[in-house]
């Protein structure tokens, strides 16, 4: 609950369980300043905390988060909504059969809710349809982002593979000693450029590597 200053009272989070005890969490998000505001590539504008991930996430136009839950009462799955209760985006989790997540997919209701309100009322109709096109390439099934992890017979997370469409693939690999100390960790990355040239999709890749 927040209080205006003239005394007005605006819910921020309400939680609700289903028949089975599982739990569903609706979270009423500040709206910015700016209502067109738009994704790009570089650049996603204001970034939402997500629970069960130490990473942050666009959803353009969203005004609701909700979480739901599993019977352990761990993030499942998060979605944003705007206004008019659409759905903008989504954050889904796996796990294994201990809890740890496997994977971590988010996804976009579409290359219009990938750019943000503003898209069609500021973008000309011929770059219009060549970026959806180019995105529809970019990010197949809507998938704007996977991050899946791997583990040890101890439980320690030993790989971290995340994936921003076909745009970039970071790779971390973690080697722990006998007293479970991390002693070496290997990070590769792969950028891609791409874009549209008479209608044919051309990539450019720049691949990197450190060591830890």
């Known amino acids: 609950m927040t209080v205006d200053v003239d ?9 609700q369980y289903d028949d089975n ?3 569903t969490k609706v979270v009423f998000l500040p709206v910015p300043e700016t209502s067109g505001a738009t994704c790009s590539t570089s650049s996603c504008g ?6 069960g991930t130490d990473v942050a996430y666009s959803a353009p136009g969203a005004t609701t988060s909700t ?7 761990r993030p499942s799955e998060v979605t944003f909504h705007d206004a008019n209760n659409a759905l903008v985006s989504r954050v889904v989790f796996s796990r294994d059969d201990e809890g740890r997540v496997l994977s971590e997919r988010m996804e ?4 219009g809710r ?3 309100p503003a898209f069609d009322a500021t973008v000309p109709p011929d770059e219009r349809a060549s970026l959806r096109e180019l995105l529809k390439t970019v990010f197949e099934d809507h998938t704007f982002s996977l991050a899946t992890y791997a583990y040890d017979e101890k439980g320690h997370r030993i790989e971290t593979v995340r994936r921003m469409g076909t745009l970039s693939e970071e790779r971390v690999t973690v080697r722990y000693d006998d007293f479970d100390n991390p002693v070496e960790e ?7 450029e791409m874009r549209m040239d008479d209608g044919v999709v051309k990539t450019e890749e720049r691949p990197s590597h450190v060591q830890h």
Do not use: I, Q, W
Not at 7 to 15: A, D, F, P, Q
Not at 67 to 73: A, C, G, N, P, S
Not at 108 to 111: K, S, W
């Open 7 to 15: 005394g007005t009272k605006h819910e921020t989070e309400r939680s």
């Open 21 to 23: 005890g599982r739990k």
């Open 46 to 51: 204001t970034m939402y905390g997500v629970e």
């Open 67 to 73: 979480t739901t839950y599993d019977d352990h009462e």
């Open 108 to 111: 976009f209701a579409g290359p």
């Open 114 to 116: 990938l750019l943000g």
């Open 186 to 192: 290997v990070r590769s990355d792969v950028n891609r």
